[in-house]
Structures are given as structure tokens and as C-alpha cells.
């Protein structure tokens, strides 16, 4: 099981773009540039964040993406699930109902007077795996922003500086 | 993302294989037979469970799979890690070290005396995907087992007897 890169990117660009003067737009291109990256590909993951309406894009020569919504309202989850989608990762094809198993847990609900009984298998990944989304819910790009600039005070003026910089 | 099917068909396996007396195997074919699955496919899964010592095979014509250690010392993180391997879901490539932006972590890092910064977004993205793996890592097949037949008191014997009969 594995996160797509484009998780990392876009929590990097979230980061980035945090450092620009609101109303300053940044092209995929430069983003990519920033980091090495495929520009054409990283452009995908910024559209998947302009639909899940954590940043905007604006078209024409001064165009490009900036964030659509406060560092604080952005939260890990949030990216998470615009570069992944919204499913969970352990997804329940219900095996236990097929095949003779299936005839053995039909007979138990029906003595159980016909309610449907949950899978313990699926409840218990997918309780796990809500503690790992609440996490991850809890923490914010701005959480993330104030632990960068405590390490290193320069970088966000870096960052602005090159990324704003008309040629290059 | 998406883990594996073969976790939930695996973590299925190990319970219908705690219903079966001690010494008793059960091949990939009744396994297979009872969940309504690939046989070639899950055969692959059981051998995984093998080589994480969950499951033991023996070969020949009363040959087959059986558990190789307690259920209660079976976790739900020995399965998945069993199936979809040891690495962690957010795999950081420390894009923030390529193109420019690589510079300017590497000026920071000279002038905090030239250790390495961790990287923010990568911790916390370790953080909570560890939250998650120690939910799964507290949670035993027996655990599982006892929930299902507290819900379905009558679903191991059925289990069992299907498994373990002669002819089918």
C-alpha cells in the first residue's frame, strides 16, 4: 500500500504558496521548478487541490494558482484525501457472504431475528483507520508552517523570493 | 490508496483456520471454495502469511495450511504487513532538497551547524500513519474471534465442520 508522491508534492506547494503576498499567483511551472519536479504532472495535483477548493487558479499571463482558504483551515486530511479521494484504504468486499460461508451467516441472522451482522474484520480496520484520518485531521498546514520557520527562520523569505521573482 | 484485497481475504483465512482443530490443514482449494475466491490467487496470499511465520504449509495428500503461532499472538498489523509489506504508506522522496529550494534548506542547515533539518511534513505524516499501525498492532485475531462468536455463536462449529469434511 502506497500514497501517491503527489500527496507530498502538493503538501510542499500548500507550504509554498503560504509564503507568497496573498494575491500573488504562481504557475505550476514554477513550482515544479522549485522542486525538480514534472511540471505537467504536478499541474494535475494542483488541479485536484483546485477542486477540493484548497487553492484557486487564475488564468492569463499574471495567472497561476495561490491558496484558496487560511493555512489553518487546510488540514493534512484535506490534501490527503484531494490527491488520494475520499475512500479508505482497507475497502470490504464482504468475502464472508459468499461462497457457504455466506449460507452460515445468512442462518445467524435470520436466528438473530434478520438484523445484518457487521463484519468484525471490517470494523475493526476501519476503526483503526479513522484514528489514523482523525490525526491527520487534526493537524494543519499553518501547525506545519510554525514548526518550519522555528527550524529554519530564512526559508520562508527564500521561498518567496524565488518563487516571485519575474525571470527565472 | 488502497490496501490489498488479499488483506481482508488473508485476515478471513486466519480466522477459519483458528475454528480448525490443532494438527488439522486445510488447503488453498477449501479455503478458496468457502469464500468463493481465486484458489491460484489466494494460494499466494497463504504463502505470504507463510513467510511471515502467521501460517505453516504441509505438503502431501493431508497436506494444507494451519496456523503456525497462538491467534492471540496474531495482530492485525503482523497481517497487513504480512501482505502489503513493512514500508509505510507516505513514502517522503525529499522533494524539498531538489532544485533551489534544496539550497536554501542546505544554508539553514550550515548555519544550525551543519546537522540535517528533519523535514515537518514528513514527521507529520510518520506520526499519525504510526498512530494507526500501534491501533492495528493492539488488535489480536483473537480479539476478532471473540466479537464473531459472541455475535454468531454457532458460526465456528459450521466453519469447522465445512473445512474439515472429507468430501466437497
Known amino acids: 500500500m502506497k500514497m501517491s508522491e503527489g ?6 506547494c500548500c507550504l509554498s ?5 496573498a ?26 487541490l483546485v477542486r477540493a477548493g484548497i487553492v484557486s487558479s487564475a488564468p492569463g499571463p499574471r495567472g497561476g494558482f495561490q491558496l484558496a482558504r487560511g493555512l489553518e483551515e487546510i488540514t493534512l486530511m484535506d490534501v490527503v484525501s484531494a490527491i488520494e479521494g475520499p475512500r479508505s484504504a482497507f475497502r470490504c ?3 464472508r457472504h ?30 483503526a483507520e479513522l484514528g ?3 490525526h491527520l ?12 520557520e522555528d527550524r ?8 518567496r523570493h524565488w518563487l516571485t521573482a519575474r525571470s527565472s
Open 7 to 12: 500527496v507530498e508534492w502538493a503538501l510542499h
Open 132 to 134: 489514523w484520518r482523525k
Open 93 to 95: 468486499t464482504d468475502i
Open 98 to 127: 459468499r461462497g457457504p460461508g455466506g449460507a452460515f451467516i445468512a442462518a445467524s441472522e435470520t436466528s438473530a431475528g434478520g438484523s445484518r451482522i457487521p463484519c468484525a474484520i471490517a470494523q475493526a480496520m476501519r476503526a
Open 152 to 159: 529554519s527562520p530564512n526559508s520562508g523569505d527564500d521561498i
Open 17 to 21: 504558496l503560504s509564503w507568497v503576498d
Open 137 to 148: 485531521a487534526a493537524q494543519t498546514i499553518a501547525d506545519i508552517k510554525t514548526v518550519i
Open 23 to 48: 494575491g500573488e499567483a504562481v504557475t505550476a511551472t514554477k513550482l515544479a521548478a522549485f522542486y525538480d519536479l514534472p511540471a505537467a504532472y504536478l499541474n494535475k495535483q494542483l488541479q485536484a
